[in-house]
Structure formats: C-alpha cells, structure tokens
C-alpha cells in the first residue's frame, strides 16, 4: 500500500471556525490532491500539487486553500467552515499526470 | 471537465455470479483507473488502464480509447466484492492534464 496517512481521520468543528487537514506521504510522490466525496457526486477535485509551492485549483476550489511546504506534506484549510463544507475529504498522490493515483484513507468532517 | 457516466447505478448478485461495469467517457484521456470503495471507505486500485485488457485474478477490466469506454468484469463473485466500483479519468490535453474526473460508482451487492 501506498504510504499515505490523513489526519485527523474525524473532526467535528462549528460553522465559521477555521479547519486544516494533513496529508501525509512516504513516497517522495511529486503530485498530490486534495478530493472530496459527497453522496450523489463521486469524488470532486479540491486542490492539487505538482511540486513544492506549486498548486492550483480544481473543480470545487471555492472556500478552501492548500499549502505544500515540503514535498511529504499538503495541507488543506478551511478558512471558516460552512455547513456546505461537510464531506468526507481524500488525499492522493502520484508520481505523474500518467500514472496511477493512490488514496489516503480520508477524514470525515462534520460542521454543525 | 471530462463527462464521466457508469452503469449500472446499482447492482445486486448471488455469490457466484459474473458482472459487467461500464465506464463511458466524453473526451481522449491518458488515464483511467478502476477503483473499489469498501464498506468502510477505502479507496482500492483495481487498475490502471487508458487502453487495453488487463486482468488480476477473477477481475478484468478492458478499455477501448478510440470508443470511449472502458469494462469491468467480475466473474464468481463474492461477499467481500460489494462496495462501490468508480471509474476516474483525466484529459488527454489541456488545462486538465492530471486531474481525475470520476463517474458517481456502480454500487454492488454480493448476497451469500
């Protein structure tokens, strides 16, 4: 298995507070992204990263930001949680655009 | 973004029984991988596969690029089968390049 660890794997937070999400990665894999899972919608692209600092938006990129300080770590944040924001949350990396990516095992984040 | 429709939506089986998945695509991709989603939420590769046949044990899974599909076979199915099977893809060209786009899953279940 792909050496990818998210935390934390649950959170429940309050309408306007600010959240961030780790990913973690062992694989020295240069691409990573950030997902989301909602019922009736498959998974949906957040963020994503083709090297250190380097990121760019995806198809659902309103309401979060993403930062990649080292090439191991990409980091999600809420700047103020909304209703609308709870989802389940997958990260993946991969070593290319053609190649295969591997998922994390997601968090669950709730905002009441 | 790439169009991504699956069939069926849902699918109930005996154990034993064979399936079918098709994967359909709206545009030329570099990448498409099948992915299975445990009860628990696990994201699983099944394949990688932008073209051609595979096969891994009683999974097969055949892409055929220039008319835009792919197939998932599951032959003797079991229990520990059922789950949620996506299909994602990513563009051929353009501002995309990378970025998975996935179908809303064929939800299966494998009765005893």
């Known amino acids: 298995d792909a050496g990818i660890t998210q935390s934390p794997r649950h959170k429940v937070t309050e309408t306007g507070t600010p959240v961030t999400l780790r990913c973690h990665q062992t694989e020295n894999h240069r691409y990573m992204y950030w997902y989301r899972q909602d019922p009736g919608h498959g998974l949906r692209l957040i963020h994503y990263s083709y090297g250190v600092k380097d990121t760019d938006k995806g198809e659902v990129s309103d309401g979060y930001s993403v930062s990649r300080s080292k090439t191991e770590d990409f980091l999600l944040t809420l700047e103020s949680a909304t209703s609308s924001q709870t989802s389940v949350y997958f990260c993946a990396i991969s070593e290319g655009t053609r190649q295969d990516q591997f998922f994390g095992p997601g968090t669950r984040l709730t905002v009441l | 973004g790439i169009q991504v429709e699956q069939s069926p939506p849902d699918l109930i089986l005996q154990e034993g029984a064979n399936s079918t998945l098709r994967c359909n695509f709206s545009d030329s991709v570099n990448n498409l991988q099948w992915f299975h989603q445990n009860p628990w939420g696990q994201l699983i590769n099944l394949f990688y596969i932008p073209s051609g046949t595979k096969q891994n044990g009683r999974l097969s899974a055949t892409t055929v690029a220039t008319e835009r599909y792919s197939l998932l076979y599951i032959s003797s199915s079991q229990t520990t089968d059922s789950g949620v099977y996506f299909c994602?893809?990513?563009?051929?060209?353009?501002?995309?390049?990378?970025?998975?786009?996935f179908g809303r899953g064929t939800q299966l279940t494998v009765w005893p």
């Open positions: 994602a893809v990513a563009a051929d060209r353009g501002s995309t390049l990378g970025r998975l786009y």
